[in-house]
């Protein structure tokens, strides 16, 4: 892990580790970076399974956030209009319900002419965005150097915040 990077203009702390919240930091990361800043993704806890190389098991859980709107990304527009989250948890928690959820999230991404999460975190890379991951959350948690992309610098959470804006960081 390089000691002497450059602080970042804009930091950004990626804990959670399911596909929707996967989405946020990159965005933010990519457009502070066409803005020509200096950014930084630190990855902690479950935000690692968001540097899998194999991106397959990113899913949306209906559950996992209840203010998340569930609506359908095709279709006649009065069923495009409707959110599904009215029905009960029970209803979204029953098998094949994740994957739906996944498929409908990937649908309508690809319908607003989104890139795919494995593109824009490519993309982010390529435009400069230093991706460093928890040291302590690797060992923590199990996870092996070899599941995750090239590209990645590996810190404590000090190495981190002694790099990060002293009056900006966004927990995602």
């Known amino acids: 892990m390089p000691t002497d990077a450059p602080q ?28 020509d ?8 806890f479950y935000g690692i399974e968001c540097l ?3 991106t397959t098991k990113l899913k949306v859980s209906p559950v ?3 203010a998340m709107p569930l609506k359908l990304p095709y279709g006649p527009k009065a ?21 739906l959820a996944t498929r409908m999230f990937h649908q309508t991404l690809a319908h607003h002419n989104q890139l795919p999460f494995d593109q ?4 982010c890379l390529d435009m400069g965005v230093r991706f460093t991951v928890c040291q302590m959350s690797m060992d923590l948690l199990g996870y ?15 190495t981190y915040f002694a790099r990060s804006p002293q009056e900006q960081s966004l927990f995602i």
Do not use: C, H
């Open 79 to 99: 069923l495009q209009s409707i959110n599904w989250r009215f029905l009960p948890d029970a209803i979204w928690s029953l098998p094949g319900m994740t994957s």
């Open 144 to 158: 092996q150097t070899d599941d995750l992309i090239d590209g990645l610098d590996f810190a404590g959470a000090a």
């Open 120 to 123: 824009l975190r490519t993309l």
């Open 52 to 54: 899998r190389k194999d």
């Open 64 to 66: 996992g956030n209840p």
């Open 8 to 35: 970042a203009d804009v930091s950004l702390i990626q804990s959670k580790g399911t596909l929707d919240w996967a989405y946020p930091p990159m965005i933010l990361a990519s457009t502070a970076a066409a803005m």
């Open 37 to 44: 800043k200096e950014v930084e993704i630190f990855f902690t």
